[in-house]
């Protein structure tokens, strides 16, 4: 609201000319938020048939998000704390489109563009996939031009540091040099009751950063891995710019081989330990050795010190994944397609064509072939008892997904919240993915944008739906997960890699005078975002994981990991000359044509008939019951390989079922998991010899706020209904996303087929398409 009167504003590095007009705060502003431009009188599109329940209100354009205030509240059971029903991020916006009904005129508007029209109408195509659609006919013209003009604007920041996040820290978090630190010690010193969903009550968090060495120490004894060490080479990011500062190397490798090792990999990317079996076999990520001369020599170095690091002495084998697996390009792709098919397209009158379109898009048979290959991986390292490396070019895109898919897999720990966290932060975070280029936060290059993140997400979801009671968390929690890459005030999303946080931390912005440090949260501070009660949407009713003992025949039952039997006979098609990580023109796994040309049977329909020991293994592992505390391997028939449609779906009202879909399930599983733990907490509570000396509590239980299932168990005067607001989109709702005129067709379809900008549905509609 400073220098409204002024010609041009200033924000940061960038000049907005005469944006600042009658501007006023907005009613849920956030620490750093200033407002840019607003516009009374608009109308915010509910239906595409007709205008009976359209929303109006006031739009407002302000640093961090495109907010819509209206006085008539749309039903909402789960409140947001940074963002309002009707807000949408910058960092969310794929496009911004502009239309005039009248002149017949469009544009998609960019940065520092000219609008040479007044739009009667603006849509926003968003990368959650939502499409917004606001009217302009009772609005100013010239308001409604300059708040399009500001979106756009705002929408495409030059540089990182024009990201909210840095405004919002810095006015947050500056002088807070200690921040980690209180970490530490709040989270040792608050008890199990005070945590809620990876954090805890105050500023620590009980998720590790993997930022520090005590924190890799914890996962090596964790997991058993005696004979490997935290390495410190790369303090001060002195080897690779993208590797962690502390990481985790074989024991019998030294600093000084490895600093000099590193020259001859992509980026200095010495390989990095990322998990033990307890049988001893490793799993290690490396780029690619760039230097061709030494190439075999440091393969051998390399992988002597892992077999020396394993118990046994075992084999060391590689997987390519470069050949293997799809590329972030035909990733990408395969996302475009599915969105166009989802949000965009009509459904078809035949579910049978639409689930073909589905199909066709490539998106759930790439989801298939990463869980494939991860699961063979797993063979190698449980069934073979061989340790393996993941090797990619960079070591930064499908190393993240299979190294994760693999530990999930394998390690029940992983399937806990915490654990999950602490697998993203180890795998993805710390590990350098490219979350700023991949989510494209600053829209410079769609050539680097690819949804891997999203891939990995819907694989997890994957083996959620197939082992429902084997994950403490929700699809919920993975849906939230996803919408919080689009949040810009979170470092766990907003940086290509740790050193990239590290340079970013020292920012001009903070005050003279004041300690120039900057400490974003990790998106598990999920308080940041959601009260307590709405955390509890994340926990799982069914989980009976490490931490869910079971009762059994009257006797508490707890977690035991499995063990197998080693199938140590040689890998079919696998040449003894690739034994220790050596290449000899040809790859330890299935490339990836024969993965992609035809999904092989599902491995619980192998033939018996020659079987190989891969093929014994996973015959023998779907003939018994799944332990799903121990190890979990997907099924891969199409079949078994869905839509996820919670989060496909979510915003498309033509999909919403209400009073249906699974949350009504999750809604009676969870009623009754919190009936039994209030009766649970009533016995704890008699302590008496005779119900007769003991005082009854309360029949209520714990109170409300303390309780871990979000939906509680009913009274006796309750009727046993299912609530009015609950819908297959639950806990979002699809009512103000744009409509589908009709199932016959919708002159929206044009979305991605080509054409790059869309017209407003009324002008589309009496062209022929």
Known sequence: TERRNAPFTSYGNRMLPNLMEDVQYTENQICGEIVVNEVNFVRKCISA?????????????????????????????????LLGEHDIPLTCLEQVVTVNDTKGKKKVLSSNQKLKFNPTELILY????????????????????????????????????????????????????????????????????????????GRGFQTPLFDRPSEWDREIKRTGAAEWRVCSINEGYAISPS??????????????????????????????????????????RMASITDQLQQRKIDQRICTGITKSHPQRSDVLRSDLDKALPNIQEIQSAF????????????????????????????????RVFLKHSAEIVYLLEGKNASVILQEEGDRDLNCVVSSLVQLMLDPH????????????????????????????????????SPLFMLFLDCVWQMMNQYPAAFEFTETYLTVLSDSMWIPVFSTFLFNCPQQHAEHLMSKRIPLGEEKVLHFPPVWDWSQQFSLKDQTLFNNPMYVGKGASCVQNG????????????????????????????????????????????????????????????????????????????????????????LWRLYFLRWVPEACILKGGPVTAYQKLSQLVDEI????????????????????????????????????????????????????????????????????????????????????TETLANETL
Request: aromatic share 10%; charged share 25%.
């Open 49 to 81: 048939e007709s205008s009976q329940d359209d929303l109006w209100g006031k739009l407002i354009c302000t640093n961090f998000k495109v907010s819509f205030i209206s006085h008539d509240a749309l039903p909402k059971q789960v409140s947001h704390l």
């Open 126 to 201: 968003c990368k959650d996939f939502r499409i917004i659609r606001f009217c302009f006919d009772e609005a100013g013209p010239e308001s409604a031009k300059k708040v399009c003009l500001a979106i756009a604007h705002y929408s495409h920041p030059a540089d990182p540091q024009l990201l909210f996040g840095f405004e919002y820290r810095g006015r947050q978090y500056h002088g807070s040099s200690v921040a980690h630190e209180i970490y530490e010690s709040v989270s040792s010193s608050v008890s199990p009751g005070e945590q809620s969903n990876g954090t805890t009550l």
């Open 243 to 284: 590797l962690p500062e502390y990481f985790v190397v074989p024991v019998s490798l030294a600093d000084q081989d490895l600093k000099q090792y590193s020259d001859s990999f992509t980026d200095k990317r010495i390989p990095m330990w990322c998990w033990n079996h307890p049988n001893g076999s490793a799993l290690v």
């Open 336 to 367: 475009v397609k599915v969105r166009q098919i989802c949000v965009i397209d009509p459904f078809e009158e035949s579910e049978e064509k639409w689930l073909s379109s589905i199909e066709s898009s490539q998106w759930l048979e790439y989801v």
């Open 414 to 449: 992983y399937r806990s919240l915490i654990g999950f966290q602490s697998l993203v932060q180890k795998e993805w975070v710390m590990a350098g993915h490219r979350f700023l280029d991949r989510c494209n936060h600053l829209k410079k290059n769609d050539k680097e944008e």
């Open 555 to 642: 006797t508490v039952k707890t977690f035991r990991r499995t063990k197998h039997k080693t199938y140590s006979s040689t890998l079919r098609g696998v040449p003894s000359a690739l034994r220790n990580g050596l290449k000899d023109g040809h790859d330890t796994l299935t490339r990836r044509n024969s993965l992609l040309a035809q999904l092989r049977p599902d491995f619980s329909q192998m033939r018996e008939v020659v079987e190989s020991p891969s093929e014994r293994f996973f015959r023998d592992w779907f003939s018994r019951p799944a332990d799903q505390k121990g190890l979990l391997i997907p099924q891969l028939l199409p079949s078994h390989v869905t």
């Open 677 to 760: 733990e209030m009766l649970q907490s009533k016995l704890r509570q008699y302590k008496g010899p005779t119900p007769a000396s003991t005082p009854i509590s309360s029949p209520s239980g714990p109170p409300s706020d303390q309780r871990r299932m979000y939906f509680q168990a009913r009274t006796p005067d309750e009727t046993p209904a299912t609530p009015e607001y609950l819908s297959s989109s639950f806990p979002f709702t699809p009512v103000g996303n744009l409509c589908r005129r009709n199932v016959h067709g919708t002159p929206i379809s044009k979305f991605l087929n080509g054409a790059k900008i869309w017209l407003s």
